[in-house]
C-alpha cells in the first residue's frame, strides 16, 4: 500500500501563493501518475492536476495558468504550486496516486488532505 501525506497548506490572502508538497512512501512501484483533488464544504471532490510518470501534464480549467504540478522523483515527492490563490480556491486539497500492478490492475490511493484557506 502506497502511503500519501500531504503538506503545506494553510491560510493565505487572496492573490497570495502557497506549494502544497505530497510524499509519497510504503510500496510505490507501479506508480505511473499521481494527482491533486480539491473538496471544498458542500461540494463533491474535484479535479486540480495531473503528473504522468512520463511527465505530462494536466490542469483544471480553473486552475489552468496559476498551478503547475511537478514532482521530485529522488523524493518521491509530488508538488502544487499554487499562485494568484482566489476565495473560490479554498478547499481540502487531496494527493491520488495510480498504480498498475501486475496481476492486480489498478490501485488508486488517497492521502488525507491539507486544507487551504483564501481569505482576507
Known amino acids: 500500500q502506497v502511503q500519501l501525506v500531504e503538506s503545506g497548506g494553510g491560510l493565505v490572502q487572496p492573490g497570495g501563493s502557497l506549494r502544497l508538497s505530497c510524499a509519497a512512501s510504503g510500496s510505490i512501484l507501479g506508480i505511473n501518475a499521481m494527482r491533486w483533488y480539491r473538496q471544498a464544504p458542500g461540494n463533491q471532490r474535484e479535479f486540480v492536476a495531473h503528473i504522468a510518470s512520463g511527465g505530462s501534464k494536466i490542469y483544471a480549467d480553473s486552475v489552468k495558468g496559476r498551478f503547475t504540478i511537478s514532482r521530485d522523483t529522488a523524493k518521491d515527492t509530488v508538488y502544487l504550486q499554487m499562485n494568484s490563490l482566489e476565495p473560490e480556491d479554498t478547499a481540502v486539497y487531496y494527493c491520488?496516486?495510480?498504480?498498475?500492478?501486475?496481476?492486480?490492475?489498478?490501485?488508486?490511493?488517497w492521502g488525507r488532505g491539507t486544507q487551504v484557506t483564501v481569505s482576507s
Open positions: 491520488n496516486a495510480q498504480q498498475l500492478l501486475p496481476g492486480a490492475g489498478v490501485r488508486i490511493s
